[in-house]
């Protein structure tokens, strides 16, 4: 699974909101060319519930996510799920997303363990397109140890350390392969795209 990612910061850009939605774009670029060459990325599509995706027939799967400074793109030959956040308060008014173990467990922490919780989740309902609806119904992923478990309905979780010190993300996918990471600079990705 190839993974990548970049620091918005370093674009020189202020208003990095802006950027977001096009360095999530110019990141999959980046991925389809690395596996398949300089041709045309074929058109994206939407699922059920609006997960972008590429056309029935195109054999590589990803996800998208961007917050705070932070892009990134999970990309690979199945399903996937990837999400980032960027580490600011607590958010207890989301509490009630979660099982009442997690809750407890939430508590009992700072704000890192929410979005350690939260990153694994949503990574886990953008896997399965099911959308932020679906969070309230999954199973607990806090074992009786506090320890965050593995699994989570059939799928692998990976909670991500490679973000930068403020940043929480999670990937999740059903057969676990090893993640790739690449970290780029988003002036050469705007460079890059420009040539093509």
């Known amino acids: 699974m190839d993974l990548y990612w970049c620091d918005l910061r370093r674009a020189g850009v202020g208003d990095m909101e802006a950027l977001h939605h096009e360095a999530g774009r110019l990141l999959l670029r980046k991925a389809w060319r690395g596996r398949f060459g300089a041709g045309p990325m074929p058109p994206l599509t939407a699922g059920p519930n609006g997960k972008p995706a590429f056309p029935p027939g195109v054999p590589v799967q990803f996800s998208i996510t ?34 009442p173990e997690e809750q407890e467990w939430l508590a009992e922490g700072d ?22 609806s679906a969070l309230p119904a ?59």
């Not at 400074?69 to 207890?92: K, M, N, S, T, W």
């Not at 363990?113 to 397109?129: C, N, Q």
């Open 138 to 196: 999954l199973p607990a992923v806090i074992g009786p140890g506090g320890e965050m478990l593995p699994r989570l309905g059939g799928a692998a979780i990976f909670p991500l350390t490679l973000w930068l010190p403020d940043c929480s993300g999670a990937l999740s996918m059903y057969r676990p392969e090893p993640v790739v990471p690449r970290a780029f600079d988003l002036r050469e990705l705007i460079h890059i795209n420009n040539k093509i």
């Open 111 to 132: 704000s890192l363990r929410f979005y350690r919780l939260f990153t694994v989740k949503e990574s886990y309902v953008k896997l399965t397109g099911e959308g932020l």
């Open 66 to 99: 961007h917050s705070g400074h932070i892009a990134a793109c999970a990309f690979g030959f199945q399903p996937v799920g990837l999400d980032a956040e960027r580490v600011e308060g607590e958010h207890r008014e989301l509490f009630s997303f979660f099982r």
